[in-house]
């Protein structure tokens, strides 16, 4: 059959290549190939050869306990990343993989999870709800919540430590000769978190009295508010999944006006609408307040980053609540 000098066959590195078209597909395959190997080398997926325990946590800040006091003994990867919202994630199919795969499933419990709930008490044994030996008498009652709870202890640094506890037991548990190192590891990190809740007091104490009130888009700072010595307002409740009415913006924007609050926060991986809505209240009524910054509220930064990890995650939201709540509201010109 004739063949035009067009389409004859060429050879590229050992490939044979008809068309453009075959020499872009070559291309796209080789880079999915590399993309996807790359991704699963640094992803804390099982691997045949590597006999550590796996272990899969539900949220980014329970990882971060499991690094401090695994170390290197354990192997882990969160199902959720930077930015995603606990109380509204729907598990993959890559999830229940991960799970299914795992020694054993850490979550953070007190319904904090939403819609996985149902999945992770299925897993009996082989899951654990790191909220579990935190006293009851030392957790904000939430009566209107789909829990008895709130579940956003992660913003107390002391009542964390509790948390650091739990997962040195389950560890332990799992691969008893590494006791010596969890417990050695738990109590260095239980150190730091201290002296991260005393950082915490004393940096909160040095806003003015009448200004130490943070507004949020849902309220998930309550035990942050306790623990340092800061009234907290949330527009929408305990969950994102709870929506926010007229009369709700219409309170806040008085609230902010009245107390004379020179700002109001966002949060990362929460709709703005809500907060964008009290802000354009409060400046229809002819003041001005800013938006004091973007807080973590329900995950940690990106990998990498001062913000992806719990402290660097906790000191940012600490100094972006003083620096911002610092000067008076004033009236718009």
């Not at 319904?111 to 709930?117: A, I, N, Q, T």
């Not at 915490?200 to 003015?208: G, L, W």
């Not at 600490?318 to 009236?331: K, Y």
Request: proline share 4%.
């Amino acid at each position: 059959m004739y063949r035009s000098e067009k389409t004859s066959p060429k050879t590229y590195s050992g490939f044979l290549m008809t068309t453009k078209s075959d020499a872009l597909l070559l291309f796209v395959s080789l880079f999915l190939f590399i993309s996807l190997f790359l991704y699963g080398c640094g992803n804390g997926e099982p691997e045949s050869n590597d006999d550590r325990p796996f272990v899969v946590t539900t949220t980014n800040l329970i990882r971060d306990v499991v690094e401090n006091v695994g170390g290197e003994d354990v192997r882990f990867v969160s199902l959720m990343g930077p930015g995603v919202d606990p109380h509204v994630y729907r598990a993959t199919p890559r999830d229940f993989r991960r799970m299914e795969q795992s020694d054993l499933v850490l979550y953070n419990g007190l319904y904090l999870e939403g819609r996985l709930s149902e999945i992770l008490d299925r897993l009996g044994d082989q899951s654990r709800a790191v909220t579990g030996s935190i006293p009851r008498e030392k957790l904000i009652d939430a009566t209107d919540f789909g829990g008895a709870y709130d579940p956003h202890v992660w913003f107390d640094a002391e009542l964390w430590t509790y948390v650091v506890m739990d997962v040195r037991d389950a560890l332990t548990r799992l691969l008893p000769e590494g006791e010596e190192d969890f417990f050695r590891r738990a109590e260095e990190y239980k150190k730091e978190l201290m002296e991260l809740h005393e950082y915490a007091k004393q940096r909160i104490q040095s806003i003015p009295e009448e200004r130490r009130i943070m507004i949020t888009a849902h309220d998930a700072f309550q035990y942050f508010g306790r623990a340092y010595g800061i009234e907290v307002r949330g527009l929408q409740g305990l969950s994102t999944a709870t929506e926010f009415g007229i009369q709700d913006v219409t309170r806040m924007v008085s609230l902010i006006i009245e107390r004379n609050i020179p700002a109001i926060f966002i949060e990362t991986g929460v709709s703005t609408r809500a907060i964008e809505s009290v802000l354009t209240g409060v400046r229809d009524r002819g003041y001005q307040v800013q938006l004091g910054g973007s807080l973590f509220s329900d995950s940690m930064g990106a990998p990498g980053t001062p913000e992806g990890t719990y402290a660097g995650m906790f000191r940012h939201n600490v100094e972006t609540i003083v620096q911002a709540l610092s000067e008076e509201l004033q009236p718009s010109l």
